[in-house]
């Protein structure tokens, strides 16, 4: 890791000190996470992409998973004094003292994807997704897909206790409530990896008559479902077809699964969180417009009639 | 000594393990205010009476009296109570406290609840003041010598128990000046009117310390003797059970082969472990290395082995340089090295002892040519019926044969490897009797072969029994080379002994 | 005859443990040892446990040796994802599939050079000194496939990983012909005696003339190689690097293995084979959780549960308690023979 973090760090200062600031243009610094997964990747890619497309001069600061570097790029933030914050918080604890710095200085925050148990005056608002809704997306998808059918669903979750794991699972138990034709029938963890996603379906496989018991599978990411995709297709099984695919994240490569009729729906979590954040902020900027304390992310469902290869293209480039 | 109530009587003492009878029906008494030695051959039983005794076993039958009233103690505490102490070759005391505290462990003066670390030191420094050792006791116990623990040890035991104390094997690891005043504890102790059971494989000691002595052989009471009614030969025949020829040579030997040396050192040393020093090694001598522990001989034998490369100075082969810069230089150069320390430096313990004898060979070889599985056990087997190991068989983890065994089985290790010159550090220490004349035996048997050998040994008749030459060495130098008939005990103590300005 | 019944004889525990966790998991899922034949390869649970415990298998082929010489190895798992980033990275940038497989493999050779020096040349312990690429070998890992999952599809690079070769999925043919391999090596040679005689008393073993630091370098090279192998299967499973996930771990469940398997961890006498079992039987326990349909809150549990009793039953006191016992059972059968007689 060190030397990753040695690479980084010298990337976020070159970032830092080589982004010179307009003048009129607005000023807005970005602290972000880290780059722990592809998805968070996109969304760098994406916040650049989004402050570029309304002439804003973003400086982003990566965090490398730290708080204290999160911290430490916020007062110099302030320090510079510029219009507005962006921050993807990595912990939901410990901001209060330099969110009240932040508004002192009168600086708007606006939290990305994840929230803070900091008091919601100390910050502008939060753009988010809603995880539990996801999953009824997920869900009221499926519900729509087989009718009445009799259908039996494995479940592949997320880790276990995560956050994610308990909402879309939750989520997606309240959209398939009041259709008894659909039944969960075995729900276990795939830690939101491939390998584990595999080798989890390979036992739902076995433990369920070589899986033609299995109507559908509901993966709490696209990377389980790849996975379990894989698993299908040597067990000599037509995913998509035999098994009904549906699954979180909209990643670029399960498009590519949509694509060959091999997975059937995916609900997106968008990695453009920075574009309602920068239009709440503009309204804010411009006449004080207070934008709600939560701004939801649309959820968006994708399916093989939304020309899967197409969408592919154009997210296989935002490092995803 | 008082030939009235005995301290301590037992009688038909019996314990079995499964598979042996270790002790069979053996009678034992101890007198206050007598030194009994108890010997015997490794395996011959004496642990295993002394642990009865002292209730680290229980006994399977006999009883056991101590002032006349029967004992069966459960364990070693229950027995320190009752009066039975034990101080055993390793000290078993805590290194890491002050020689005070493992004085006091257990039994500390309080003042008002809390340990008084003054009123300790001054109980301390009392009782040691009895031994004639007037030390630092708030100092931890191992910046002190072996001898200064024991005596602590011996100290604490006489404290907690003050009846019967019983020392196995405790002048293992001293030298003699150690043994001396070890002695001189022991014999105010019997003064006081203890009774001490004393356990050693050195016959000189037990004839110098002891009143009476009792022999177990298999298990078996050989029987108990006054010392003044034996002589050495007797003892060692009783011990064996055989007739042992007795060492009787006064001087080293003069057969000394003649010619130009094999391997030639000069001004070989390492900094700060032994001065440099001048050697020649001719074939078929024996070379033998005199002096105090720590006075540089193991030093000088693990510079010439490679162990710890020398700095300065060079090596020759018959006029060829010779290049000694790690252990396996020296093997390859055909040397051998039989370490001090067995147990680390030596035996490989949970290997058998078979891979234990091919494995100096093996490595030689390099790890491409094993050595074939049939000639390995070939190997292996000439060997124990050669040097008559004492192992069931050769798949028996080294480690849990006895010493003297041990110590065969890294002579046959070398051996295998058939080398020139062999080095042999400390090769009787520690072992029993029987293999302890089998392996002087060897070193003449090899030496008479054309081998040459560079022995260190604390026992000075050994050396003047095996040696041609004897190189003394003090302080990290070689001070003295005596030749043929020069060398004698005496001038070997000398040597050793001789002040150092006199010496320059 | 009699080598093939030491063998027998050193591994009959780990044997009967298999068996048992075997038979425990037949008991919840019945259909457990069906074993049929689809998409031309063997398809069931049990093939499952062989093909899944691949990755371990390996590793803990690598760690028997490592553990031997009273060593240990905790960057196998970031080395798999080193060696599997680099396996994808070389395959999607052309190169072909045998120059992939060797850049692959000596990356992991060179991982454990790395340990390797640290260990005998340096003198670093050993547990200190591969947690250094323990830890920043996914950093490593990650570097190259950009924080991504480098997914590929190239047939060749796939195939070793969810390819068949007479019906049995190539993951386990690796893994057998690994583990075949290196005993044939270590016990044909001399190597495994020295490997042994290190673990045992390195500086008698120095003093005795081995080449101590070259065989430690050797074999946590090894280990690197057999980690290496373990990164490509995984990679080639799931068609793509994962460097946040691959391996993460494993080192941990490949130092089990080689427990389980009768090895100490204070060096000395090893048996590779016995690591083996000692590896299927941890996948054992892992796909009878998968198949046995607990919630997977329970999962952590119940496979420490079994673990314990395991490691109960092999520890010495447990094991010589049940010696005394059928000793003890035996001699009254036998005083009851003579009383009868």
Known sequence: MLSKKAWMGACALAVLAFTTSGALAQTIGFSQIGSESGWRAAETTLTRQEAEKRGIDLKFADAQQKQENQIKALRSFIAQGVDAILIAPVVATGWDSVLEEAKEAEIPVVLLDRQVDSSDDLYLTAVGSDLHHEGKVAGDWLVGAV??????????????????????????????????????????????????????????????????????????????????????????????????????????????????????????????????????????????????KFIQTESKLYTQADDPQAVYEAKKDLGY | MPENRPLLHATAVTKTFPGTVALDGVDFTLHSGEVHALLGENGAGKSTLIKCLTGAYRRDGGEILLDGRPIDPRDTLEAQTLGIGTVYQEVNLLPNLSVAENLCLGHQPTRFGMISSRAMSRSARQTLAQYGLEIDVTRNLDTYSVAVQQVVAIARAVSLSGKVLILDEPTASLDALEVRMLFDVVRALKERGLGIVFISHFLDQVFEISDRITVLRNGKLVGTQAIAEIDRTRLVNLMLGRELEQETRESGRTDRPEGEAMIRFRDFGRGGRIAPFDLDIHAGEVVGVAGLLGSGRTETAETLFGVTPHDSGAASDAGKPLHLGSPRDAIAGGFGFCPEDRKSDGIIGDLSVRENIVLALQARRGWTKPVPAREQAAMADEFIRRLDIRTPDAEKPVGLLSGGNQQKVMLARWLATNPRFLILDEPTRGIDVGAHAEIIRLIEELCARGMALLVISSELDELVAYSHRVIVVRDRHHVAELVGAEITTNNMVAAIAADREAAL | MTAAKAILRRVAPQLLTLAAVLGLIALVHPGFFDVSIANGRLYGSAIDIL??????????????????????????????????????????????????????????????????????????????????????????????????????????????????????????????????????????????????????????????????????????????LCAALAGVIAAADIKGADANNAGLWLELDAILAVVVGGTSLLGGRFSIIASLIGAMIIQAVNTGILLSGFPPEFNLIIKAAIILVILVLQSPTVRTTLAFFRRDKASAEAKAETVIQ
Not at chain 3, 85 to 104: D, E, F, K, M, R
Not at chain 3, 141 to 162: R, V
Request: charged share 15%; proline share 4%.
């Open chain 1, 147 to 292: 009718g009445d059918k009799p259908c039996n669903v494995v479940e592949l979750q997320g880790t276990t206790g995560s956050s994610p794991a308990i909402k879309r699972k939750a989520g997606f138990e309240e959209g398939i409530a009041g259709h008894d034709n659909i039944k969960i029938v075995r729900s276990q963890t795939g830690d939101f990896t491939r390998t584990k996603g595999k080798e989890v379906m390979e036992s739902f496989l076995k433990a369920e008559n070589g899986g033609k018991s299995i109507c559908a599978l509901y993966a709490h990411n696209d990377d389980m479902a790849v996975g379990a995709i894989q698993a299908i297709k040597e067990a000599g099984l037509k995913p998509g077809e035999d098994i009904l695919i549906v699954s979180i994240d909209a990643v670029p490569d399960i498009f590519q699964a949509m694509a060959a009729g091999e997975a059937n729906a995916t609900v997106e979590l968008t990695p453009n969180m920075a574009g309602p954040a920068f239009d709440a902020l503009a309204a804010y900027l411009k006449d004080g417009t207070e934008p709600p």
């Open chain 3, 51 to 224: 093909n899944r415990g691949a990755p371990v298998a390996l590793l803990a082929i690598g760690m028997t040796l490592v553990i031997a010489t009273r060593g240990i190895d905790l960057s196998v798992g970031a080395v798999m994802a080193i060696s599997g980033a680099v396996a994808a990275a070389a395959i999607t940038s052309g190169i072909g599939l045998v120059p992939t497989l060797a850049l692959a493999l000596v990356t992991g050779i060179a991982c454990g050079l790395w340990n390797g020096l640290l260990v005998a040349v340096l003198g670093i312990q050993p547990i200190v000194a591969t947690l250094i690429l323990m830890v920043a070998g996914r950093g490593i890992a990650q570097l190259i496939t950009e924080g991504a999952i480098l997914t590929f599809n190239h047939k060749g690079l796939i195939f070793f990983g969810s390819g068949a070769f007479l019906g049995i999925p190539m993951p386990v043919l690796i893994w057998l012909a690994a583990g075949l391999l290196v005993t044939l090596v270590v016990r044909r040679s001399a190597l495994g005696m020295l490997i042994e005689a290190i673990g045992v008393n390195l500086r008698a073993s120095t003093l005795a003339g081995i080449n101590a630091r070259v065989l430690l370098i050797a074999v946590y090279m090894t280990s690197g």
